[in-house]
């Protein structure tokens, strides 16, 4: 299986990108409709204009996954990890750790020093908690009823 890492945003990725965050059981439409908003944006105007770095994953010549993240405005060296996505028919093959990789990789090449993740304490988010702190995230704060009543803003946190 040829795997392949690039930055570039092309105009066939951003369908490919929107229908796998629908696909995905995880977001909510306002989280797509903003999913759709960035690549959009990074697509049109650019990672430096926009402020939105994508890295897309390719498996046998298709987008199976994504990343995106931004620097924190007004910080110096703290960025968001906003999403990382990958197709469901390709979890659990590696690909998820893939792109935290490679995002921390590029974050690191910026001089970036912290990295700055948030979701949610729902049972549905469990395995995506289990994933940051397995990949050594730490909980910084929790957030309570942020998202909702008993949906809680689990803020993590690591140092590059």
Known sequence: MGIILRNKV???DINAIIKMTEDS???NEEEIEITTELVNLRFND???KSGYNFIVLEADNKVVGFSCYGKIPCT???YDLYWIVVEKKY????FGKKLLIETEKQIK?????KVYIETSSTDLYEPTRAFYEK???KTVAVIKDFYDNNDHKCL???EL
Do not use: V
Not at 91 to 94: A, F, I, L, P
């Open 156 to 158: 993590y946190e690591k």
């Open 10 to 12: 092309m105009e066939s």
């Open 25 to 27: 059981g995880f977001f």
């Open 46 to 48: 650019g990672a430096e």
């Open 91 to 94: 979890k659990h093959q590696g």
């Open 76 to 78: 110096k060296s703290s």
């Open 135 to 137: 990949n050594s995230y």
């Open 109 to 113: 090449n910026r001089a970036g020093k």
